[in-house]
Structures are given as C-alpha cells and as structure tokens.
C-alpha cells in the first residue's frame, strides 16, 4: 500500500508537467511535504505555518483561520523544487510530529489541535474554529509555556463541533461573517442559526412586554381581578420562555444538521 501510493504520487507529478521532486524514505513522519519558502529563520522542526501576506510564516494566532501545514525536516515524502534552494519542506498532508504547549490545556489523544499565540506552536481546541488536525499522542505539563512534540493526523479544516456548548450567538455571528472559514452554506447556517435566536428572543420579550402593559392598566381598572390577572401573567411568562426555548431549540438544530 505505502509503494503503490508513492508510485501514484510520482506519476501524477510526471503527468501534472510540474518541476522535478526528491522522495526520502523515513521511519516516523509517513506524509507529504512540499518546497514552501518560509519567511520566519527561527522555524523549528515540528512548527505550524500559515500563509501571511508577506509569504509563509510561523503562526502567533490561536485559531488562525491561514494554517497550511508543518516545517518538517525528515518529511516520507518530500515534492521538492530544484530550482529554488531556499525552500524548506512543510508536510500538508498525513503524520507527522508538531510543535504542542498545554495553553490549551493537556492533550489528550484524538483532541483537535490548533493553533496558539506561541509562535509556530499548537495547543488543544476547546472551541469552534480553524484546526490543524487531530492529535495522536498525549501530551501533559503543568508549564504552558513548555513545548514538546506529539504525532498528528494533519487536515486543516474549520471545526464546528462545539456548536452545543462552546458557542454562543456572538461567537456563531462572528464566524459566520469570517469568508476564510467557511464554505457559503455553511456560513448560511450560521446565519439562519443567529437571526432565528435573536428573532425567538425578540417576539418572546415583545409580546410579555405587551400583556404585561395590558394587565396594569387592567389591574388599575379592575383591582378585584388582581387574582385572574396575575394568573394571565404567569401563563404569558410560561408561553414567553416556551417561545425563546424553541427558536433556541431551531437555532441548535441548524447548526448541528
């Protein structure tokens, strides 16, 4: 399997027409890397780069949404370009180790991993956005500002599945007006998602504001009904939260479909 994927690698490249490449055989990174020039000197092994408007660097955002892949100095398989030397192999596809702190908090195997605020460095995803891929491996420290390695499954993508607990109406208004994130429906989700809660909202404390004017000013005309009228009240209140609790309900159903 590992032979008759390197021999479709080589094969497309010849038929693609693209520049000559170099294939080295390791034992622990299994990915593809290609020639990436990166801007940043100080990259290290293991560190994440994104894609800057002055060229490929080390990230220094968490959840940055330009992640492109890994600096990897023994790449599987390196797509590299003899006719610029000074590139570097960065692995955008596959297995391979990757720069990690606890910032985050401890990694746990199966965890996303982003990207954090320490330069070139990931951490654990706890909430919606741009990802770099899946941890392999644990990693603990009582010290966020320590790094080490783990093996990652590399596949930037936009992560929304802590839609049920990590997002509120903000934070869904926010990604879905960010165009790098996400895809047209998806942002359409979001944005459904957003107006439908806000909407549930507003006729909920629109209409209680209504029946609660009326029962004052019914109140004020009639106090031997002050018993019936509260009762009214009550159940307008019940009928209000009923309406807020099922656009809420919408709004969830939306964005985890």
């Not at 399997?1 to 000559?20: D, N, Q």
């Not at 622990?28 to 940043?40: E, M, P, Q, R």
């Not at 023994?74 to 030397?85: C, K, M, N, Q, V």
């Not at 790098?180 to 107006?195: I, P």
């Amino acid at each position: 399997m590992k032979y008759t994927a390197l021999l479709a690698s080589v094969l497309l490249l010849l038929a693609a027409g693209l520049s000559p490449v170099s294939i080295y055989a390791q034992n622990k990174s299994v990915g593809t890397a290609v020639s990436i020039l990166i801007i940043d000197k100080n990259a290290v092994d293991g560190n994440i780069i994104v894609a800057t408007p002055k060229g490929y660097g080390l990230t220094t955002t968490a959840y940055d949404s330009n992640v492109y892949g890994v600096y990897t100095e023994s790449p599987s398989i390196f797509l590299e370009s003899t006719d610029e030397t000074q590139t570097k192999p960065v692995t955008i596809s596959g297995k391979v180790n990757v720069l990690v702190s606890s910032i985050g908090g401890n990694i746990k195997a199966n965890d996303f991993i982003t990207t954090s605020t320490i330069s070139g460095v990931g951490q654990k995803a706890t909430k919606n956005g741009m990802i770099l891929g899946t941890a392999l491996e644990d990693y603990t420290s009582s010290d966020q500002k320590a790094t080490g390695k783990i093996m990652v499954a590399i596949n930037p993508h936009f992560n929304a599945s802590f839609v049920d607990v990590k997002t509120n109406v903000w934070e869904a208004f926010t990604n879905a007006t960010d165009p790098s994130a996400f895809t047209q429906a998806t942002s359409l989700r979001y944005v459904l998602a957003v107006g439908i809660a806000l909407i549930s909202f507003g006729i909920g404390f629109v209409y209680f504001g209504r029946i609660t004017s009326r029962g004052v000013e019914a109140l004020g005309r009639n106090p031997l009904a002050s018993r019936v009228i509260q009762v009214n009240l009550a159940l307008n209140l019940a009928l209000m939260v009923v309406i807020i609790i099922v656009g809420l309900g919408l709004s969830y159903m939306i964005l985890i479909l």
